[in-house]
C-alpha cells in the first residue's frame, strides 16, 4: 500500500483548553545554529532528505523526521540481547516500501560507557559521534538513531559543537586525519520519531484488533530529559504536558493506555549500576514502575522505546518473582516490536521475543496470536540452520 | 563522615584538593552545567538514586556552587558513583544539570587515579575492554548464566543456544556473537585513532594499567597497517 504524504501536519497552534509554552519559553534553535555554522563554513550540514514528515516539539516549533533513505545508526544493547528490536524497525521500514542502508562503517556512539565509567572525555565523544555522521553522509543515508541514549548523548554533542569553536577545531582535526570532513546532520532523529510521524500509516496495516489490549508507557530518559526542545510534545496526547512519544503510537492503534504514578521516574538502569551494581536497578525497576503499574493500571504490556528502559523493565523481574508472593511478570516490548506485531510480523522470527525475560505469551494469546505454532515453525528454522552451518534466516523467510 | 574517612581526608594536602576542584571548573561543559541553585530540591524529587543511596544531586550542585572544596573532594570520593546518569535532575528551574557536573567529576576521578574510580569501576574492566576495543558495547556472547543470574533462565537459554540464534535474524550484520553487528576494520581502526588522540588511553593507563597494555597492544599493530603515525 502506498504511502500518502504528507501524513502529520504540525500543531503549531495552542487550541482552546490544551497547554502552550509561551514565547519566554521559546529555547535556542540548535538546528537554526546548526546551518548557520553551515553557512559560515564551519561544517557541511546533512540535510534531511525529502521526502519527510514535520512533527511537533516541546519547544512549540517543528521537527523534519526523514521518511526513508535512512542510515540505521545501529544500538549495541539492542542487536546484543534484543536483537528483535533491531529487526523489528527494518521490518517496519521493509513493509513501509522503504529504502534504508544498514552500515557496517558504524561504531556504537560509545555512550553506555561514558555515562558508565566516565572512562573518555567530551574530546573523544564528540569525535566518535561527528565519525558516525561523516560515515552516514559519504553513504548517501541520512542518520536515524536507534538506541535513545546515542540520540541523547549526540544532542549533548551537538550543542557543544554548536557553542565551542575549540571543540569543533579539535574534533575537525581528527577527522582530517581519518580524510573525513566534519558533518552535521540538520536534525538529530530517533527511530521512535520515526514510527510516531508514520503511526498512522502504521494503524492503517494492522492486522490485529488490539481494542482490548492496555498498555502502559514508559518514556525513555535520555530521549526528552537531555536537551529537551525537540523532543515530540503534541497537544493532542496528554495535552501536550509530557512527551507524546509511544503514546501517541499505541493509541493510534488503538490499544488503550493507562496512566500510572510513576510515570516520570527513570527506568533504573543507571548505566554502571545495570552491569556491575544491579541490586539497585532490580530495586527500582520493580518498586517503582513495575509495581506501580500493576497496582493503577494492571496492563496487558508495557511499552516503552529504548535499549536501557527494555532491558531493565525486562530482565529484573525474574528476581523480584521470585520472592513469595510477587504476582506474574508484565510483559516489556519496545513500541518498535508492538508495532510489527500489529502488523502481522513473526514473533520469532522478527520479533525474537525468546530474548525476553518476562512471560510475553498471555500478551500474545489476547492478541490473538497463536505463539506455539509460531514458536514450533521457528523450532523448524533452527533445525534446518543447525543442519546447515553457514546458512542463515533471510528476510523472506521472515516474511 | 567516619573516622577513617575524615582522617583519609585530613590527609590530603588542601591544594592537591583544590587542584581536582580546579580541574572540574576547567572543563569546556561546567559553565553550561551549573547556573546556581534555588534550593528547591526538585531535582531530589526526581532522582532515582537518592531513594536508594545517600546521595543528593541538590548537594553536589550546591557545593560546586559554593566552591566547598572539602566537599567537593569528599563527593569525588564516593557519592559521585551513586548517579544513575539519568538526568532526570534537568528538571531543575535554574536548568542546572547536576549529571553533567558528575559526569565531570568523574572524569577527573578516573584521569587522577582516585581510588573511588577503581572501586566503583571493579568489575567493569571487561566492558572497557569490549567498547573500546570492538566499538560495541556489551555484545551476545556477554550474556552468560554466571554473569546475569538474576536474569532468569533466558540468559542461560541464550547462551546454550547463541550460536544458532544469532544465525536465526535476518539483518545480514547480526549474525556476529563477539560483537553485537559486524564492524568493518576500517571503521575500527578509526575509532582506535580517536582513542589515541584525545588522551583516553591515558585515562585507562591510571585506571587499569593491566587492561592499558591489552588495549595498546591491540589497538597499535591495526593503527601501524593503517599508517596511522602512533607518536
Request: glycine share 6%; net charge negative.
Amino acid at each position: 500500500m502506498p504511502i500518502n504524504l504528507p501524513v502529520i501536519q504540525p500543531a503549531t497552534q495552542a487550541r482552546k483548553g490544551v497547554f502552550a509554552r509561551g514565547p519566554e519559553e521559546a529555547a535556542e534553535s540548535l538546528r537554526d545554529r546548526t546551518l548557520e555554522l553551515g553557512a559560515k563554513g564551519e561544517w557541511i550540514v546533512h540535510r534531511v532528505p525529502e521526502p519527510c514528515l514535520e512533527v511537533p516539539t516541546r519547544s512549540s516549533g517543528i521537527k523534519r523526521v526523514p521518511l526513508g533513505h535512512t542510515w540505521h545508526h545501529k544500538s549495541c544493547g539492542q542487536c546484543g540481547h534484543i536483537p528483535g528490536y533491531s529487526t523489528s524497525i527494518f521490518w517496519l521500514h521493509r513493509k513501509l516500501g522503504l529504502e534504508y542502508e544498514d552500515p557496517r562503517d558504524q561504531t556504537s556512539c560509545t555512550a553506555w560507557n561514558y555515562y558508565a565509567s566516565a572512562t573518555a572525555n567530551q574530546a573523544a565523544q564528540a569525535a566518535v559521534a561527528l565519525r558516525n555522521f561523516a560515515a552516514a553522509h559519504e553513504s548517501g543515508y541520512y542518520p536515524l538513531i536507534h538506541c535513545a541514549t546515542s540520540y541523547g548523548h549526540y544532542k549533548e554533542v551537538r550543542a557543544e559543537m554548536v557553542h565551542h569553536q575549540a571543540l569543533r577545531d579539535q574534533v575537525r582535526e581528527i577527522l582530517k586525519k581519518m580524510g573525513k570532513p566534519l558533518v552535521m546532520p540538520e536534525e538529530i532523529v530517533h527511530y521512535s520519531e520515526w514510527i510516531y510521524a508514520v503511526r498512522h500509516e502504521i494503524a492503517k496495516r494492522k492486522v490485529l484488533d488490539l481494542s482490548g489490549i492496555t498498555a502502559t508507557v514508559h518514556p525513555a530518559c535520555h530521549y526528552y530529559k537531555l536537551v529537551q526542545e525537540d523532543a515530540i510534545y503534541d497537544p493532542d496526547v496528554y495535552g501536550g504536558h509530557r512527551t507524546a512519544i509511544v503514546t501517541g503510537v499505541a493509541q493510534a492503534l488503538g490499544v488503550t493506555v493507562g496512566d500510572y504514578s510513576t510515570w516520570f521516574d527513570c527506568c533504573g538502569f543507571g548505566f554502571r549500576h545495570i552491569l556491575v551494581q544491579r541490586d539497585f536497578s532490580r530495586s527500582f525497576a520493580v518498586q517503582r514502575k513495575i509495581e506501580a503499574m500493576r497496582d493503577e493500571v494492571n496492563p496487558d504490556v508495557t511499552l516503552t522505546h529504548d535499549t536501557g528502559c527494555v532491558t531493565t523493565l525486562d530482565k529484573s523481574q525474574f528476581a523480584a518473582q521470585a520472592h513469595t508472593g510477587v504476582r506474574a511478570a508484565i510483559p516489556v516490548l519496545s513500541e518498535a516490536q508492538f508495532c510489527a506485531l500489529a502488523m502481522g510480523a513473526h514473533p520469532y522470527r522478527v520479533c525474537q521475543l525468546h530474548w525476553h525475560a518476562a512471560d510475553y505469551r498471555p500478551l500474545l494469546e489476547k492478541m490473538g496470536i497463536d505463539w506455539r505454532e509460531r514458536w514450533r515453525e521457528f523450532e523448524d528454522d533452527v533445525a534446518r540452520l543447525k543442519a546447515n552451518p553457514g546458512t542463515y534466516l533471510t528476510w523472506d523467510d521472515a516474511g | 563522615m567516619s573516622a577513617t574517612a575524615a582522617a583519609k581526608a585530613a590527609a590530603v594536602p588542601y591544594s592537591e584538593k583544590e587542584r581536582l576542584f580546579s580541574a572540574v571548573k576547567a572543563d569546556l561543559r561546567f559553565e553550561d552545567y551549573l547556573y546556581g541553585c534555588y534550593e528547591c530540591g526538585i531535582c531530589v524529587a526526581v532522582c532515582p538514586s537518592a531513594r536508594f543511596y545517600d546521595f543528593s544531586p541538590r548537594r553536589i550542585a550546591q557545593a560546586v556552587a559554593r566552591e566547598d572544596v572539602e566537599l567537593v573532594w569528599e563527593q569525588m570520593n564516593g557519592e559521585i558513583w551513586e548517579c544513575s546518569q539519568c538526568f532526570s535532575c534537568l528538571k531543575c528551574p535554574r536548568k542546572n544539570n547536576p549529571g553533567g557536573i558528575v559526569t565531570i567529576m568523574r572524569e577527573v576521578a578516573v584521569r587522577n587515579g582516585l581510588h573511588s574510580a577503581q572501586q566503583a569501576l571493579e568489575g567493569y574492566s571487561r566492558i572497557i575492554y569490549k567498547i573500546m576495543s570492538t566499538g560495541t558495547q556489551v555484545s551476545p556472547d556477554m550474556i552468560r548464566p554466571e554473569a546475569f543470574p538474576d536474569w532468569g533462565p533466558t540468559a542461560r537459554e541464550t547462551a546454550e543456544n547463541l550460536e544458532v540464534w544469532r544465525r536465526a535474524m535476518p539483518p545480514e550484520t547480526m549474525h556476529t556473537t563477539s560483537t553485537s553487528w559486524e564492524v568493518d576494520d576500517r571503521t575500527l581502526t578509526e575509532l582506535y585513532l580517536i582513542w589515541h588522540l584525545t588522551g583516553v588511553l591515558d585515562m585507562i593507563k591510571t585506571l587499569d594499567e593491566s587492561l592499558h597494555m591489552i588495549l595498546v597492544d591491540v589497538m597499535e599493530e591495526k593503527l601501524e597497517e593503517a599508517g596511522y603515525p602512533l607518536s
